[in-house]
């Protein structure tokens, strides 16, 4: 029973390098988010996968940051030609049921914490 | 546009005493609120959530109210104790939408043994 799971656990970039995250979500869930969390703020919606089906990309800052999860069940974040205001905690959660309306719990990994040089 | 408010920061509360956490939001469309604690380099765990068609929830040691009218709920701590101690969100979110979660900016609770 393990939870979500997400690596690297902290990851430095210099401006420009691309990276890619990675979120393991609880086995069977069907709903994966990830969210944003600048220092002193709270978690910001990024964008949400319904099995492999990106349903919603709204929370994504740029066309610089692309989400994927190709077989439904763990998913990857990449950030092209990062930039300072990258730096951050991404978070993934993940969540039982899909269909709404839903109260699921969303369980949330331990982040990644992004710092750009 | 910040659609969920925490306007406190930081909290000290003394052991056993009750804490009390407060949370605004903007958004009339908004029908389901949660909390989530916290702790350093972890993520976000829940705590407990309420429907807007009620008015209280209560579990355990945790309870927490919603005022509609006001947009506001609080979630009530009592008795507090030194592992309550962290940082805690209120969250927002629309059911018949994603279920994506909007965030507060947290307050981080203080219990002094």
């Known amino acids: 029973g393990a939870g979500v799971s997400q690596s690297p656990r902290y990851k430095v970039a210099k401006r420009g390098q691309d990276v890619a995250l990675r979120c393991d979500p609880i086995?069977?869930?069907?709903?994966l988010f990830w969210y944003q969390q600048a220092l002193g703020q709270g978690p910001e919606f990024l964008t949400y996968f319904q099995n492999e089906a990106q349903l919603d990309k709204s929370g994504l800052p740029s066309d610089r940051f692309f989400a994927e999860r190709p077989e439904g069940s763990v998913s990857t974040l990449k950030i092209q030609r990062t930039q300072q205001e990258d730096s951050a905690v991404y978070l993934c959660?993940?969540?039982?049921?899909?269909?709404?309306?839903?109260?699921?719990?969303?369980?949330f990994g331990p982040g990644t914490r992004l710092t750009v040089l | 546009d910040q659609q969920v408010k925490q306007n406190s920061p930081s909290l000290s509360v003394q052991e056993g005493r009750i804490s009390i956490l407060n949370c605004d939001y903007t958004?009339?469309?908004?029908?389901?609120f949660l909390w989530y604690k916290k702790y350093p380099a972890e993520g976000p765990t829940f705590l407990i959530s309420i429907s807007s068609i009620k008015d209280k929830n209560e579990d355990g040691r945790f309870t927490v109210f919603l005022n509609k009218s006001a947009k506001h709920l609080s979630l009530h701590i009592v008795p507090s104790q030194p592992g309550d101690s962290a940082v805690y969100f209120c969250a927002a979110s629309v059911q018949t939408g994603a279920n994506n979660l909007f965030f507060g900016t947290g307050t981080r609770l203080t219990v002094i043994p």
């Open positions: 086995s069977g869930h069907v709903s």
């Open positions: 959660a993940s969540s039982v049921r899909g269909e709404v309306p839903s109260t699921d719990t969303q369980y």
């Open positions: 958004n009339s469309m908004f029908d389901y």
